[in-house]
């Protein structure tokens, strides 16, 4: 964490976790096709209120935010 300039809880909020792609409570299912990996934040509020984004616009917006180097306001390095 230190070596990259992160908080433990900034660190805790990028934890890597299981993201269903389609919400279990929507009827997605726990198979490899519908589970990729998410940060704590997004596997945890992408899903929540009406406004759920479909896959295909979630996964242009987390292209979109990691091409400027930052994720939810923390600067992010790209590991070159």
């Keep these: 964490m ?3 300039g ?3 809880a900034q660190a805790n909020h990028l ?3 299981a993201e269903h792609v389609v919400a279990r409570h929507d009827g997605g299912h726990d198979t490899p096709a519908n589970i990729v990996a998410a ?3 997004c596997n ?16 242009a917006k987390v292209r ?8 939810h306001g923390i600067v992010i390095h790209p590991l070159h």
């Design 2 to 4: 230190q070596a990259h």
């Design 6 to 8: 992160l908080s433990a």
């Design 15 to 17: 934890r890597s976790t």
């Design 39 to 41: 940060c704590k934040y």
């Design 44 to 59: 945890c509020h992408r899903h929540v209120g009406q406004d759920a984004l479909p896959a295909t616009v979630f996964a």
């Design 64 to 71: 979109q935010r990691l091409g400027r180097e930052r994720w």
